[in-house]
């Protein structure tokens, strides 16, 4: 020793039992860091699941795994969504450092990874495996990169090591997650962990991007179904307004239609297919469109719906389905409207200084709910000036309140709104509507009588 004593083979039991005593220490030491993993990680799984419960839209699912997976498991994630044309966008990305959480979103678009690019997001959705990269230098980021703003970032990022999984399903991943840490590396030990987060949150992500194309393509087709203008005639001044469900409720079926008929009559039809989606959207223009037939041929609103009835409920099939249907049918010598309900809300009349209520009319069976129906007409007159307003039940209903106080707050909305007819339907809208909440779509189409020409 440097102190000049010398061990002797006495020694060598007390060295022996510091050796195991110190192995313990380091075999304990290792089991507990490697308990206290364990159970970070498991708590990590646990709080992924809880994605599910965020709402249906895909860029808060997606916002919800970088935020999770940082500090947690990376000091940065990004995830990178596979287009049709074989390229990646990113989707989400989220970094320890909110100062470069900001230099990130300060940034133009990040490029799109084009099909063959070595990034390992790319890697990663193209081979369907996990990426490790240890060490990462300029090489590994320049994949990233097309100008000097995003490669000053992505080498002030300081990743030292990228790992990329697959987003996961049965027709192969539909995107990819990479964690990077700072100043360390991945191991292999990692692996498993990052394949099991994308596994879990894969059906959470997929599920609201379906979603959304759904909505999308429901909605798209729903609007090119409805008129594009409803034309004013010499004896009606019409308003019609389509406001879809807000995001993170499907597409329905409202819908709206005027089909003008000589001499001097003219027929307003609003309905609601139950149920939502493509499905319901898809109904809706095989209604609109047997409705125009009908009509045109000369039939009464009453006549028209017992057609319908019988079209909808041999049609349907093995799918059944009900629609509800309003027609008011307006003769412009007499002023007055023949009302033919199936099943539909009440229009509400706004007469000339004397407020606004609910024309009772007989209800009627909705449409499809029976195989054979008759219907009833209610008729009313109306003066120079009055408005109707027919609607669907998403501008009324409500989970917190009955249906009595959303005929309260409508009648309300009606009486107190101006007197224009756009600015009327509007005002209803923005009053009684929440707009970024309501779950249903809503359809609504005013009615006033103009004075009639003379001669």
Not at 199 to 226: C, D, K, S
Not at 327 to 338: I, L, S
Not at 396 to 401: A, G, H, M
Request: aromatic residues 4%.
């Amino acid at each position: 020793t440097h102190s000049g004593r010398s061990y002797s083979a006495d020694h060598v039991p007390l060295a022996d039992e510091l050796a195991r005593r110190c192995a313990d220490a380091i075999h304990n030491a290792r089991l507990a860091l490697a308990e206290l993993r364990g159970r970070h990680r498991l708590e990590l799984l646990a709080r992924v699941g809880e994605l599910m419960t965020i709402e249906l839209d895909s860029q808060a699912r997606l916002d919800g795994i970088t935020r999770l997976a940082v500090p947690h498991f990376a000091d940065l994630a990004v995830v990178y969504l596979a287009e049709r044309d074989g390229s990646a966008r990113l989707a989400s990305f989220a970094h320890k450092d909110p100062q470069y959480d900001a230099l990130f979103a300060a940034l133009p678009e990040w490029p799109a990874l084009e099909p063959g690019n070595p990034a390992p997001p790319m890697r990663a959705i193209t081979e369907n495996g996990p990426v490790l990269v240890v060490d990462v230098g300029g090489r590994d980021l320049e994949p990233f990169l097309d100008d000097d703003a995003k490669r000053d970032a992505a080498e002030r990022s300081d990743v030292q090591s990228m790992l990329a999984v697959p987003l996961p399903t049965p027709d192969g991943p539909f995107g990819a997650i990479a964690f990077g840490l700072i100043r360390r590396n991945y191991v292999a030990d990692d692996v498993p962990l990052a394949m099991e987060i994308a596994r879990r949150v894969a059906p959470a992500v997929e599920n609201a991007l379906r979603f959304e194309l759904e909505h999308a393509t429901a909605e798209t087709l729903q609007r090119h179904l409805l008129p594009e203008r409803i034309d004013n005639s010499a004896s009606l001044e019409l308003v019609a307004r389509y406001r879809p469900a807000a995001l993170g409720a499907k597409v329905g079926g409202d819908w709206y239609d005027v089909v003008a008929l000589a001499p001097g009559r003219t027929l307003v039809v609003i309905g609601d297919v139950l149920g939502h989606g493509i499905h319901a959207a898809a109904w809706m223009s095989r209604l609109r469109t047997a409705f125009h037939v009908h009509a045109l041929e000369g039939r009464s609103g009453a006549e028209i719906l017992e057609r319908l009835n019988t079209y909808m409920s041999v049609a349907a099939g093995q799918e059944p389905t009900m629609a509800s249907m309003l027609v008011a049918d307006h003769d412009a010598r007499t002023n007055t409207v023949r009302f033919t309900n199936a099943g539909h809300l009440p229009p509400v009349l706004r007469t000339v200084g004397d407020g606004a209520d609910l024309l009772t009319i007989v209800p009627g069976t909705p449409i499809g709910a029976v195989a054979e129906a008759t219907y009833d007409e209610t008729e009313a007159k109306l003066a120079v000036g009055d408005t109707l307003l027919l609607y669907t039940d998403g501008l009324i209903e409500r989970r917190t309140e009955s249906l009595d106080d959303g005929f309260a707050r409508l009648r309300a909305a009606v009486a107190a709104a101006p007197d224009e007819l756009a600015a009327l339907v509007d005002t209803v809208v923005s009053t009684v509507l929440d707009e970024a909440t309501h779950e249903d779509d809503v359809a609504l189409i005013a009615m006033r009588p103009r004075t009639p020409t003379p001669g």
